[in-house]
């Protein structure tokens, strides 16, 4: 059986076969499914909960 698996950054789940893994030097394993989302954690340096389209945003201030 196949796991499913959810993007790091936005939330969203990723069908299998599709999306990027991406291993950091400290060995943490980062899913992605598209380069928005990738750019926008390792280029950009955004945090998921600060960004409105993301699942993970939070409203409350």
Same mark, same amino acid.
């Given at each position: 059986?196949?796991?499913?698996? /959810?993007? /790091?950054?936005? +939330?969203? +789940?990723?069908?299998? +076969? #599709? +999306? *990027?893994?991406?291993?950091? *030097? &400290?060995? #943490?394993?980062?899913?992605?499914? *598209? =380069? *928005?989302?990738? !750019? =926008?954690?390792? &280029?950009?340096?955004?945090?998921?909960?600060? #960004?409105?389209? /993301? !699942?993970?945003? /939070?409203?409350?201030?």
């Amino acid at each position: 059986m196949v796991e499913r698996r /959810s993007c /790091s950054f936005c +939330g969203t +789940g990723i069908e299998p +076969g #599709t +999306g *990027k893994m991406y291993v950091k *030097k &400290d060995g #943490t394993v980062l899913y992605f499914c *598209k =380069n *928005k989302c990738q !750019k =926008n954690m390792l &280029d950009l340096k955004r945090i998921p909960r600060r #960004t409105e389209w /993301s !699942k993970h945003y /939070s409203k409350s201030k």
